[in-house]
């Protein structure tokens, strides 16, 4: 069993950048698929991003991302980072990161560990 935790988040201008990360506060990531997801108030929690067990493995992104989030991985460190740019309002949400044991997967319910979230607020 691993416990993720993720750290980062704040609150940034339109066209920011942050970056999130995601630890274990026990056990390893680098034994999972990792993937961020995110949700806003009112919503349903939607994916984000995914990745490989190996670092440099395969990526995946919701095309409401992709060419802006980059998701990576340093399984020397035990982290799994996701670099946010060119943010926009639309992107305050909660983020979790979670760890899956069958895949990089686009669907929560591949997700076994999740960490409690961290907020993303962007202003306009």
């Known amino acids: 069993q691993v416990q993720p935790v993720e750290s980062g988040g704040g609150l940034v201008q339109a066209g920011a950048s942050l970056r999130l990360s995601c630890a274990a506060s026990?056990?390893?990531?680098?034994?999972?698929?990792m993937g961020w997801f995110r949700q806003a108030p009112g919503k349903e929690r939607e994916f984000v991003a995914a990745?490989?067990?190996?670092?440099?493995?395969?990526?995946y992104y919701a095309d409401s991302v992709k060419g802006r989030f980059t998701i990576s991985r340093d399984n020397a460190k035990n982290t799994v980072d996701l670099q946010m740019n060119s943010l926009k309002p639309g992107d305050t949400a909660v983020y979790y990161c979670?760890?899956?044991?069958?895949?990089?997967?686009?669907?929560?319910?591949?997700?076994?560990?999740w960490g409690q979230g961290t907020q993303v607020t962007v202003s306009s």
């Open positions: 979670a760890a899956s044991l069958i895949g990089p997967r686009g669907t929560d319910s591949a997700y076994s560990y």
């Open positions: 990745i490989s067990v190996w670092s440099g493995g395969s990526t």
């Open positions: 026990g056990g390893t990531l680098g034994r999972y698929s």
